[in-house]
């Protein structure tokens, strides 16, 4: 093990084994989801992020115990993985979630990647996506369709769609898609494109409201502006409105745990997201 997956060991609070297996995935992918959380800081200050080597996700999600959206999430995780030994895919999706016609929705870029990962010695495939933010699975998932996969935190299923699959979680009594995609392994430059055009589309989400999500004793805390919503399995979620932006920033900095001290100018930038 190197010391770059040392430091993330620690950073996580994985302190057991390192021998790759299906344990072993599933111990990583929930301790990520409580230690590293999805937040889209960077692009929100007019920081484009286009550096997904090793050395860069490492430098800011680990050693400056910073967070990031999915092309980092899942580009820190899949680092981790073929490092320990893991067959590791990268694959890209189009996000339908909340889109009012679904799957019926007009195509959108090539916004989200996840991972197809193959444990050694054992067959099939499993699915592991640590960054999509409030709905993400936080357990892998079998790379089978039309099965009911159960997680800590909800339920999920993939599906067939076109050529390709779609995601879909149980929520609200309802199957809802979160995103479509094609088992096509992508090479560093589309994700590279796909991360840069998501941190500087003029019109995208990440540059005009605050997002960061992470799980909190075994509970999803999502906050999306000014507004924190808290998510228990079988219980009504807890609702808030946060004062103003210095509580955003407490918010983050607090129960989130983001560093938050070499991020210039995002108090004003939080503040003006709020009064738009």
């Not at 193959?118 to 592991?128: A, D, E, F, I, S």
């Not at 995609?181 to 991360?195: C, N, T």
């Not at 998510?231 to 938050?260: K, N, W, Y």
Request: with cysteine.
């Amino acid at each position: 093990m190197n010391s770059a997956v040392a430091e993330y060991f620690r950073r996580i609070e994985h302190h057991g084994p390192a021998d790759p297996s299906r344990e072993l995935l599933a111990t990583l992918v929930t301790a990520h989801l409580r230690h590293i959380p999805f937040e889209n800081l960077d692009p929100l200050t007019g920081i484009p992020v286009a550096d997904l080597s090793a050395e860069a996700l490492f430098a800011k999600m680990v050693s400056r115990r910073r967070g990031g959206f999915c092309f980092e999430q899942n580009g820190l995780l899949g680092h981790v993985l073929d490092a320990l030994g893991y067959d590791v895919a990268r694959l890209t999706g189009r996000v339908v979630w909340m889109r009012p016609d679904g799957l019926a929705s007009a195509p959108q870029a090539l916004t989200h990647q996840l991972l197809s990962v193959t444990v050694p010695g054992q067959p099939g495939r499993v699915l592991v996506d640590v960054g999509f933010g409030g709905p993400t699975p936080s357990a892998p998932l079998d790379f089978v369709v039309d099965v009911v996969q159960p997680t800590p935190n909800g339920d999920y299923r993939i599906g067939r769609h076109g050529d390709g699959y779609v995601l879909e979680t149980f929520l609200r009594d309802s199957w809802l898609p979160m995103y479509v995609f094609a088992d096509q392994p992508r090479p560093p430059i589309d994700l590279q494109v796909g991360s840069w055009y998501v941190s500087t589309y003029p019109d995208s989400i990440f540059l005009h409201n605050v997002i960061a999500t992470r799980i909190i004793d075994g509970a999803r805390w999502n906050l999306s502006g000014d507004k924190l919503s808290v998510h228990r399995v079988g219980e009504p979620s807890e609702q808030r409105v946060l004062d103003d932006a210095d509580a955003v920033l407490e918010m983050l900095a607090g129960p989130f745990g983001i560093d938050l001290s070499d991020i210039a100018e995002l108090r004003s930038r939080v503040a003006a997201t709020l009064t738009r």
